[in-house]
């Protein structure tokens, strides 16, 4: 079983629904739990950054935690073409050590 | 962005010459990494480094090397590059004294063809 389990997709969406993705996790010491965005030959931004369980909201993205079913989501509201990328989970027990989801592709159409 | 360079953006090798790559800082961050990736993989760390001439292996480190002389830079050579090799290579950097120590900052990826 894999460390971090993410749905590659890809996702395709009209412009304005609300985008959901989701990771899975294997690992209960993982503490930190981050996503990224990462558009086509660019590298990997920093999306949102969480620590332990609950949710963060900033602007149209809210990211959760549920370390008890071992579950991570992300959803952005609203959404726009420009949120066209390949947003990737990752994931920290606090060592410096990130481990990632494989991604997974979103397709906003206007 | 990140204080995060990294050269050559694209390279265009031939199958069993040596390949080093640059990553260059300016954020002063300990950690510094190389991940590769690639279609169906996803990111894969290659090695790291948590100091001046700190390194350490990562789950991909057949073929490459490392090295570290200045807080700043980090190199990774392909020692003979093979066409298993071509990808595109991300340096990153992270540090635990930040309020978010536990994640890292990518840089813009080097595209790498071994031929």
């Known amino acids: 079983q894999k460390e971090v389990e993410q749905d590659p997709g890809p996702l395709s969406v009209p412009e304005g629904a609300i985008v959901s993705l989701n990771c899975t996790y294997s690992?209960?010491?993982?503490?930190?739990f981050m996503w990224y965005r990462q558009y086509s030959r660019k590298g990997p931004e920093l999306l949102m950054y969480?620590?332990?369980?609950g949710n963060k909201e900033d602007g149209r993205f809210t990211a959760q935690v549920d370390k008890s079913s071992k579950y991570i989501s992300l959803f952005i509201r609203d959404s726009q073409p420009s949120d066209s990328a390949t947003y990737l989970c990752a994931m920290s027990a606090g060592n410096n050590r990130l481990a990632f989801g494989k991604g997974n592709q979103v397709v906003v159409i206007p | 962005d990140a204080g995060i360079t990294q050269s050559p953006r694209h390279k265009v090798t031939e199958t069993g010459t040596p390949v080093t790559l640059r990553c260059h800082q300016t954020?002063?961050?300990?950690?510094m990494y190389w991940y590769r990736q690639d279609p169906g993989h996803g990111l894969r760390l290659i090695h790291y480094s948590y100091g001046v001439k700190d390194t350490d292996k990562g789950e991909v480190s057949d073929g490459y090397s490392v090295s570290r002389s200045k807080t700043e830079d980090f190199l990774l050579t392909l020692e003979s590059a093979t066409s298993s090799q071509t990808s595109v290579y991300f340096c990153?950097?992270?540090?635990?004294?930040?309020?978010?120590?536990?994640?890292?900052?990518f840089g813009e990826g080097s595209w790498l063809t071994v031929v």
């Open positions: 954020e002063n961050h300990r950690y």
């Open positions: 990153a950097i992270s540090d635990p004294g930040q309020s978010s120590g536990n994640t890292i900052y």
């Open positions: 690992n209960s010491a993982f503490q930190y």
């Open positions: 969480t620590y332990s369980s």
